[in-house]
């Protein structure tokens, strides 16, 4: 289908000419499509302006696409089509707003990137995802789109919905004792990035139980290694050994808390193996390399004090060199001396030669001889070594006798003395290093590192006195260590003791909620775990501790029991506030009388659940403001005036004192007031109708001497209509003439032929009657204001007598005054000034110069009250109808706090509205039934109960009835 520019453009190519009838239509089409299209341009723009960009594309891609629309609108002809419409006389169009097009194709290209992330949102939406999920999306829409302050402001207001969601889950979760699902509520808490500050005690919360899972688990995991570590130590297996060891110190670097004492000190002799490895695996590397630098020293020929020192270093960690590298060194050492001795060796040679024949001759005599008696002596030396235990220098003596005398050195008894010696020896070394390695390994700088558990054997291995008293220096050092460990333990753990002693009493003026007693608990385990801590604390501080021990285990299971008795008790009131209606709030009261949860008294069951009959009174009251609201809608007849009274009264009969009557004082009597109309209005009218002046017509006389040139007469219409043609005629004509308040007549004459007369008052009076049939529902339901619209008409009655108007006037608002208490108020001056005049409507029968005009005084007045009444009565029930549109409502209910104080509970929230809080009970006056007894208020937001009324008994629903 052709659009309105393709019409445009074909017109111009016609070649014929253009017809204007067909240019203007074409122009007021384009007129009214270019403004639609402006129009969303500029709701977009201001949307835009507004910080609502997705809001604002959103309103320009709604079918049909605003730039598309746009687009289409444009075409090449648009200058020549303008000349052609201002040549034809037609008004321009609009032109299309391209510098709005602009700002929105900027924004949808700005927008782009948000498309990813407003898809997620959707779908997280439609999926109904946890909030939590969500809100990390929305702060990265808030993070991209951070010119739309709308994201920042959903952001801060899900994040106020989420904190309080954590709060609830925080409760429940401590409740389950779930430690997992607390650890993750302590990250969300502690990301950062939160617009609105969580609450400190909601991140306390959350971080005291984040850490106590965090030990948990570590715990868990370090319990789960340590069998298996040990089970490696026992089988010196040190590859599995060393990887479980990586692992256990994954575990304490992931969780960062201190790793507790008796799994430290389950693991401690794996863990001291390892270490002892670890060392002598260093050593040995050492080691190795100082032996590599003396091999590369001795190859590389060094100087014999850098092989020395090179020498000693690789000797320094007490064990042999190989024996190579040893002899190397010892001939690198003698050679100096080597070559001395060959050269002294070489001067005496000579002289030896010279002298050994002379002495050999004199050696063999003395041999021969002495050869006997040395051999025993050099036996019974070596004896006597052995005896007195002198092992070494046996071993030495023995080796001397075979370098010089290798024959006695052979003897039986002095090879078995030596190797006795020499075992002797070779047993004393081996008891001496392992006296030295073990004292090496006991001893240490720091008395608390020294290895106790090695002194016992250090006493068996010691020797010497020198030995026995460094293992008695290492001992007292150890024993004084421990006693001033002992010392220092004992005033830590009850200092601790005390810390904790001081935690607990603040604990246990917090209440017994969930949390508390988690903390409670926390506190326990902690002082359980105090002897480990402290394995040297004297028995005072283990007595101490056990007390607080005692203590807190009895007040934790106090607490538990009291919560328990909460629990039932919050559940209860979850329960009555959850209830549907007072039927079922009713029904649950009384099942809750039979449980347990009675027992906490924060309801009295036995007092309340026989009230159930006066709560449903409040229920039929406001039936009775749904009926009362339906009828004042339309205004009330006299006859709904009547039922309206007569439920009133029941409901009196059934409540009372009632608010709702109170705030209707005087509504029976308005009614009664309604009720009475009727008999008025038709007393009224009746004596209007049945006056004179209702078959009354004015003759107007000519007359010079009055004011008006004529003097109007009254008489009756039937005579006017018998002597009709008598009066036409010329002459003297005798007409009756009205000449008394009661409607006589006196003959009169006129010079004939007389006026036409004039059909009033007779015609203003039938219309006034008339309207008592016409108005029949306005005199019902709108008395006020029908009547003051009657009065108004008869004041502009153009051809009616002045006075005749007072005196219709005043007996209209006689009978409304009469019929409406609050309309006499409302109209003092008018009926004051209408009764001092009666003296001039007394005189309405006689003949007087025609005048149409009220007393201008009396105008004056009635104009001033009446327009005031009029608006005032324009719904004379409005006071009621408000009323009526109001009901009770019931809110909540009264309890019983544990410390026996009266509390409320409210539905819903507390009531945005003011109002007056009620409870019903039996009526202890009158014939009622039921009474309302106000026993608090709701203002601005705020519950005040009154203290200590006698009507406040727990269990009791609460109403409120707006002021």
């Known amino acids: 289908m052709p659009t309105t520019v393709d019409k445009i453009r074909r017109a111009l190519e016609k070649r014929d000419g253009i017809a204007e009838d ?12 270019v403004q639609e299209v402006n129009q969303r341009l ?97 702060r990265q829409i808030a993070r991209v789109d951070s010119s739309n302050s709308v994201w920042q402001d959903d952001v801060e207001k899900w994040e106020k919905v989420r904190l309080s969601q954590i709060d609830r889950e925080l409760k429940h979760a ?87 004492a008796h799994l430290e000190t389950s693991v401690a002799a794996a863990m001291q193996w390892l270490e002892d490895l670890d060392r002598q695996a260093v050593m040995e590397s050492e080691r190795q390399q100082a032996m590599a630098t003396l091999e590369s020293k001795l190859q590389a020929h060094s100087p014999i004090e850098d092989v020395q020192a090179a020498y000693d270093q690789a000797s320094r960690f007490g064990e042999p060199l190989p024996e190579d590298l040893t002899h190397r060194v010892e001939e690198l050492a003698n050679q100096p001396a080597k070559q001395a001795k060959r050269k002294v060796m070489l001067i005496a040679g000579g002289v030896a030669a010279v002298v050994l024949v002379a002495i050999v001759g004199v050696v063999m005599f003395l041999a021969s001889s002495g050869k006997q008696t040395a051999q025993q002596e050099t036996v019974d030396q070596m004896t006597q070594f052995i005896s007195a235990e002198q092992y070494d220098a046996a071993v030495n003596y ?24 020499k075992k002797a020896v070779e047993k004393e070394a081996s008891r001496q290093e392992l006296f030295d390695k073990l004292i090496a390994q006991a001893s240490n700088d720091d008395p608390a590192l020294i290895d106790e558990i090695l002194l016992p ?46 935690q607990f009493g603040e604990l246990s003026r917090r209440g017994s909620s969930a949390a508390n007693r988690q903390a409670i608990a926390q506190l326990l385990s902690s002082i359980v775990r105090l002897p480990n801590q402290f394995p040297l604390g004297s028995d005072e501080a283990r007595a101490k501790q056990e007390t607080l021990r005692s203590q807190v285990d009895s007040t934790l299971k106090r607490m538990k029991d009291e919560s328990m008795v909460s629990q039932q008790r919050d559940d209860a009131i979850d329960s009555l506030l959850n209830s549907r209606s007072l039927e079922v709030y009713s029904d649950r009261l009384r099942d809750f009388s039979t449980q347990s949860v009675s027992r906490t008294n924060f309801v009295e069951f036995r007092t309340v659940i026989d009230e159930e009959d006066h709560w449903f009174n409040v229920e039929r009251t406001n039936a009775w403001l749904d009926a009362l609201a339906t009828k004042l809608n339309d205004g009330v007849t006299s006859t709904e005036a009547s039922g309206l009274i007569e439920s009133a009264e029941k409901i009196q009969a059934l409540a009372y004192p009632n608010p709702v009557l109170a705030a209707m004082p005087d509504f029976i009597e308005t009614m009664k007031e309604i009720v009475g109309r009727r008999v008025i209005l038709s007393g009224a009218f009746g004596l209007i109708s049945k006056h004179p002046l209702s078959r009354l017509v004015t003759l107007p006389i000519p007359d010079a001497e009055s004011p008006s040139g004529t003097t109007s007469h009254l008489i009756y219409k039937t005579f006017a209509e018998q002597n009709a043609d008598r009066m036409s005629r010329a002459g003297s004509i005798g007409v009756d003439v009205v000449s008394d308040p009661l409607g006589g007549v006196r003959n009169r004459a006129f010079q004939g032929p007389l006026p036409k007369v004039v059909e009033e008052p007779m015609r203003s009076i039938s219309q006034v009657v008339d309207q008592k049939s016409k108005q029949a529902i306005g005199f019902d339901t709108k008395w006020e204001q029908t009547f003051l619209i009657q009065v108004s008409e008869v ?71 009446l327009n005031v009444a009029y ?72 519950v005040q109960l009154t203290p200590n009324p006698v009507h406040q008994v727990p269990g009791r629903p609460l109403f409120l009835f707006p002021y």
């Open 174 to 260: 401590l409740e389950q004792e779930d430690s997992a699902y607390l650890y993750q509520l302590n990250q969300e808490l502690t990301a950062g990035n939160w617009r609105v500050a969580p609450s400190s005690r909601l991140v306390d919360q959350c971080s005291f139980a984040a850490e106590a899972h965090v030990r948990q688990s570590q715990e868990t995991e370090l319990a789960a290694l340590a069998p298996q570590i040990n089970a490696a130590f026992e089988q010196r297996d040190e590859a599995e050994a060393r990887r479980l060891r990586a692992h256990w110190q994954a575990v304490r670097a992931k969780h960062k808390v201190s790793v507790p």
């Open 457 to 502: 054997q250090l006493d068996e291995l010691a020797a010497s006195p020198g030995e026995q008293a460094r293992v008695d220096d290492l001992r007292k050092r150890k024993e004084a260590y421990r006693a001033g460990e002992a010392m220092r333990q004992s005033d830590e753990m009850i200092g601790k003791i005390a810390e904790l002693q001081r």
């Open 42 to 138: 500029d709701d977009a723009v201001m949307l835009l302006r507004k910080g609502l960009r997705s809001e604002a594309i959103q309103r320009v891609e709604m079918t049909p696409n605003a730039l598309d629309a746009a687009a289409d609108m444009e075409f090449p002809e648009w200058d020549e089509w303008n000349e052609i419409l201002q040549f034809m006389g037609i008004p321009l169009p609009p032109k299309l707003n391209q510098d709005y097009v602009a700002q929105i194709n900027e924004a949808i290209i700005e927008s782009l990137p948000l498309d990813a992330l407003l898809r997620r949102h959707r779908r997280l939406a439609i999926a109904k995802a946890p909030l939590a999920v969500r809100l990390r999306t929305l």
């Open 22 to 33: 067909e240019m203007r239509v074409l122009a007021d089409s384009y007129r009214t499509q």
């Open 795 to 865: 004041m502009k009655r153009k051809e009616l007598d002045g006075i005749i108007k007072e005196w219709l006037i005043y007996y209209l608002l006689d009978a409304a005054t009469r019929g409406s208490e609050d309309l006499k108020q409302m109209i003092p001056l008018t009926m004051r000034a209408l009764v001092r005049r009666s003296s001039v409507r007394e005189q309405w029968h006689q003949s007087r110069p025609t005048n149409y005009d009220l007393n201008p005084e009396l105008r004056k007045v009635i104009m001033a009250e």
């Open 398 to 421: 023995y080796h001397s006798v075979l370098s010089t005398d290798p024959e006695v050195a052979q003897l039986p008894k002095m090879v078995a003395m030596q190797a006795t010696a």
């Open 871 to 942: 608006r005032r009565f324009a719904n004379p029930l409005s006071e009621y109808e408000k009323v009526a549109s109001e009901r009770l409502k019931w809110v909540g209910f009264l309890s019983k706090s544990a410390g026996g104080q009266i509390e409320y509970h409210l539905r819903g929230g507390t009531p945005e509205a003011d109002g007056t809080l009620y409870v019903v009970a039996a009526a202890r006056e009158g014939d009622a039934e039921t009474s309302f007894f106000p026993v608090g208020k709701v203002q601005q937001g705020h």
